[in-house]
Nanobody, 122 residues
Framework: VQLQASGGGLVQTGGSLRLSCAASGRTISTYYMAWFRQAPGKEREFVAGITSSGGSTYYADSVKGRFTISRDNAKNTVYLQMNSLKPKDTAVYYC????????????????WGQGTLVTVSS
């Protein structure tokens, strides 16, 4: 499965962005999907995850209440709605897919998008 992340950009503190992750090659309807992020000089960290049906979602404590992950299996796409953005949210955001979840360890994922840069200015 190939993943293409988009929607990043420059936003001010308190602003919002919506990231999209479009899949091709095969349907992602049976995959657990997740978003990770990596800031300069830091390890890649789990942000949010969603089960194949969309029935369950998981979030890092740092984004709970501000970010929402969702999916549209008919469109083969996963989204990350990011509200109340903070400078510490600045990072390259990656989407990832794995047949089984939930998984928060980046090393467990076999399928990755190319990343989209989110910059939050103070």
């Amino acid at each position: 499965v190939q993943l293409q992340a988009s929607g990043g950009g420059l936003v001010q503190t308190g602003g919002s962005l919506r990231l999209s992750c479009a899949a091709s090659g095969r349907t992602i309807s049976t995959y657990y999907m997740a978003w990770f992020r990596q800031a300069p000089g830091k390890e890649r960290e789990f942000v949010a995850g969603i089960t194949s049906s969309g029935g369950s979602t998981y979030y890092a404590d740092s984004v709970k209440g501000r970010f929402t992950i969702s999916r549209d299996n008919a469109k083969n796409t996963v989204y990350l709605q990011m509200n109340s953005l903070k400078p510490k949210d600045t990072a390259v955001y990656y989407c990832a897919a794995e047949p089984r979840g939930p998984i928060t360890l980046a090393t467990r994922y076999n399928y990755w998008g190319q990343g989209t840069l989110v910059t939050v200015s103070s």
